[in-house]
């Protein structure tokens, strides 16, 4: 069995759009003394990506429309924010009165509590960062800038945000977006420890590393990338859309 190493990435300035996400990965490897090697996995938070992507508003520059104003009196919820939850979700899943959240599927297919908007590590009371438009896009972007500059030929990533779960107290980081790490191990018609088939069992390795990454990152550790080392992973150009069940086959929509 392999050992597992997870590795915090230190000295990651605040990001500011239009920065190189990539090169402030590399960065921050040559400041702490560490390598990316072939088979490692990287670990990136939504936070830095969505700063980089632009992807900031100031509720003081939106106007609701009459829906907002009417939901913001219902939730006694900023009804600018309520707005920008709108503009950034297909549907509206349910909403809880009582503790003022909005469940929604957003516009990337993510079911989350306000569509993935946040306050947290943003300067300025007033703004708030929105999802990336298209994460999946983005790991792949920043997979093909270190395996050039570093000369690798295989490495994950995975882009990860916090999201609450249905039935459980808490939440936990989840992949939003993943390039060239298959999102699933699936066990399919493999045996179990007693020689029995397994019919069904996929494990999302993506939200697995992204959950254990997250122990070092906090929301208050200025950490926003992990190493992962040791891990065995299958390339993939699927990204993490592939883990997004259909409505079809959802009990709970």
């Not at 597992?4 to 090169?23: K, T, V």
């Not at 003081?60 to 709108?86: D, E, M």
């Not at 599927?105 to 708030?128: L, R, T, Y």
Request: aromatic share 4%; proline share 4%; with cysteine.
């Amino acid at each position: 069995m392999n050992k597992i190493i997870f590795i915090p990435l230190l000295n990651i300035p605040e990001i500011i759009p239009g920065d190189d996400i990539s090169q402030i990965l590399i960065n921050s490897l040559t400041k702490s003394e560490e390598e990316l090697k072939n088979n490692d996995v990287l670990v990136i938070t939504q936070k830095i990506i969505s700063k980089s992507e632009h992807r900031i508003i100031n509720l003081n520059t939106i106007k609701p429309n009459i829906k907002a104003l009417k939901l913001g009196k219902k939730l006694n919820k900023n009804p600018q924010l309520i707005q920008v939850i709108l503009d950034e979700s297909k549907s509206i899943i349910k909403i809880d009165e009582r503790r003022g959240i909005i469940i929604t599927e957003n516009k990337i297919g993510h079911i989350s509590a306000n569509s993935g908007i946040d306050h947290s590590n943003v300067d300025g009371d007033n703004h708030v960062t929105l999802l990336p438009e298209n994460p999946d896009l983005t790991a792949k972007i920043i997979h093909g800038k270190l395996i050039n500059t570093l000369n690798l030929k295989n490495i994950g990533i995975i882009i990860s945000d916090t999201f609450g779960r249905p039935w459980r107290i808490g939440q936990t980081n989840i992949s939003i977006g993943s390039y060239g790490i298959n999102p699933i191990n699936d066990y399919k018609n493999e045996k179990d420890v007693f020689g029995v088939n397994l019919n069904s069992t996929q494990i999302c390795i993506v939200d697995e590393l992204a959950g254990g990454a997250e122990i070092l990152m906090k929301k208050t550790n200025k950490i926003p990338a992990v190493l992962i080392r040791g891990i065995k992973f299958n390339f993939s150009e699927k990204g993490s859309k592939l883990i997004l069940r259909d409505k079809k086959d959802d009990l709970f929509r």
